[in-house]
């Protein structure tokens, strides 16, 4: 494999054995558990002006503080997305200063582009033929998409609720296809059935280890993007969770290597119709209990994620940051993607819109300080979601007339 200098192998987070990356591909091979990318910190010399020199035009440009090189990467340009500055959020919502990181700018339109360049990366490496995976949707399109610049195979379980985008997507950069009925949980039961006859490389959330790795870049470049000043808040729209433990682990390497003194404090945000990370966040326990799927009632599909697998490492991430856990409903949620539009001029996802929905609540509860800066990660482009909105909002304009 063609690996940096200060790659170390792949830590089990259960048992804590260490793995050579050549060998051990997914989960750890003695007990299952999630296998994390490990470093030897002491042969990592970055200073802020070393980064500051290096292009800003992908987030390869972090290389030293990840698995594979630049030059190795299955890489279409992903990351160096805007952070924008966002003052009359700021003013609604009390808050010293609001910024927003436009994930939407990514080659697929959303930060899923992010874990697939290190999962298809790997992938190359370890010489694979065919990928798969199951998902709520986008991380479908972009594995597919990562898949074709590899000269690969790709297999994607969808859901029946995920969008017509994702799954037009899918084919459209030549995947196969397979969609399920009911939730995530059963498109993961149809692979994970398909998975055992065949002989193919995983790109699935938490069984990979690298795609938690390469979307630890958007912390990279939020502090970058601050000048170097650790924002108060990184608020998540969390279904899996895979971002927001990224961008922990990311955030404790910048002040291992004395980048940064403090931590930002991690916020999960969810949708009250499928809240089990914020539900095991304020019943004080160490993982979630599984929403059943039955009880799912938000029509948010990109984190209508009932059994996030990893829920042990982001509530973690929240405690260890200082952050919390919010859920706010639908309606609130729609609003606030509209009302960023129409006053920030920004295009936040249907799905992604619980970030500021739950930094509203945040703020009006106290968590958030009239001096805080506050990053919302906007994970997805306005477009992935565009019947939601544009519902919504013709919704909102027959109240107002009645």
């Known amino acids: 494999m063609q690996t940096t200098e200060a790659f170390a192998g792949l830590d089990c987070v259960d048992c804590g054995d260490r793995f050579d990356a050549e060998t051990a591909t997914h989960n750890c091979p003695n007990c299952g ?7 030897d910190y002491d042969r990592i010399d970055l200073t802020r002006e070393e980064i500051e020199a290096e292009p800003f035009d992908s987030l390869w440009r972090y290389d030293a503080l990840l698995p594979f090189p630049r030059e190795a990467a299955v890489s279409l340009g992903e990351g160096a997305t805007p952070l924008v500055e966002c003052p009359a959020l700021a003013e609604a919502m009390g808050v010293g200063e609001v910024y927003f990181k436009d994930e939407g700018h990514n080659p697929t339109g959303t930060f899923k582009d992010r874990g697939q360049t290190g999962a298809l990366t790997a992938a190359a490496q370890h010489g694979a033929e065919t990928v798969a995976l199951n998902t709520a949707g986008n991380a479908g399109q972009s594995s597919a998409a990562y898949a074709a610049r590899a000269g690969m195979d790709s297999h994607v379980w969808l859901p029946e609720r995920a969008g017509y985008t994702q799954k037009a997507m899918v084919e459209v950069h030549g995947g196969e296809l397979h969609v399920t009925e009911g939730e995530i949980t059963d498109a993961g039961a149809a692979y994970a059935e398909r998975m055992e006859d065949e002989d193919w490389y995983s790109a699935k959330t938490f069984v990979t280890p690298y ?21 108060d808040a990184v608020v998540y729209p969390t279904g899996g969770g895979v971002g927001l433990v990224g961008m922990h682990k990311g955030a404790k390497e910048f002040r291992e290597l004395g980048l940064i003194d403090e931590l930002p404090g991690m916020y999960a945000a969810q949708a009250e119709g499928c809240a089990p990370v914020v539900r095991a966040w304020e019943e004080g326990k160490s993982i979630h209990e599984a929403w059943g799927g039955e009880n799912i009632t938000t029509v948010l599909n990109g984190i209508a994620v009932p059994d996030p697998g990893a829920s042990p490492l982001i509530l973690d991430a929240l405690e260890e940051s200082g952050g919390g856990a919010v859920a706010a409903e639908d309606e609130a949620i729609l609003d606030a993607a509209i009302e960023v539009a129409q006053t920030e001029g920004l295009e936040m996802g249907a ?3 619980v970030a500021a929905a739950g930094a509203f609540d945040l703020a009006a509860d106290g968590e958030l300080g009239e001096d805080d800066t506050v990053v919302l990660l906007n994970t997805g482009a306005g477009n992935k979601d565009v019947d939601t909105l544009r519902s919504h909002l013709g919704e909102r304009q027959f109240e107002a007339e009645e």
């Open 33 to 39: 558990g999630i296998l994390d990318p490990a470093y």
């Open 211 to 231: 795609r938690h790795e390469t979307k630890k870049s958007m912390v990279y470049e939020s502090i970058e993007q601050l000048d170097w000043e650790v924002p």
């Open 351 to 353: 799905t992604c819109a």
